[in-house]
Nanobody
Framework: QVQLVESGGGLVQPGGSLRLSCAAS????????MKWYRQAPGKAREFVAF????????NYPNSVKGRFTISRDNAKNTVYLQMNSLKAEDTAMYYC?????????WGQGTQVTVSS
């Protein structure tokens, strides 16, 4: 079955960095685009980053563009999210996502808290 397991979250001060990982299994990872989303308490889930199958195409919303970088290692079935210059408003649960045959799959999420 499809499994997505996020890791790497934690508490970081404003201006700091974190690198999230998402280990995928149960599908042919290299054949599918991957995405990261986040959800803060009381808010809707928000798109954060997209990466194509080979990593040649990436996309970000303006809220994180220039600070976040998505990447993938198809040999390791893993997608990453490097987050720099973190702000308090980046505090949220972060999820990786894959859409297979029109069905969205999600991991359990990893919490990122940006606070001094």
């Amino acid at each position: 079955q499809v499994q997505l397991v996020e890791s790497g979250g934690g508490l970081v001060q404003p201006g700091g960095s974190l690198r999230l990982s998402c280990a995928a299994s149960g599908f042919t990872f290299s054949s599918y685009a991957m995405k990261w989303y986040r959800q803060a308490p009381g808010k809707a889930r928000e798109f954060v980053a997209f990466i194509s199958t080979t990593g040649g195409i990436t996309n970000y919303p303006n809220s994180v563009k220039g600070r976040f970088t998505i990447s993938r290692d198809n040999a390791k079935n893993t997608v990453y999210l490097q987050m720099n210059s973190l702000k308090a408003e980046d505090t949220a649960m972060y999820y990786c996502n894959v859409r297979l045959a029109g069905v969205d799959y999600w991991g359990q999420g990893t919490q990122v808290t940006v606070s001094s």
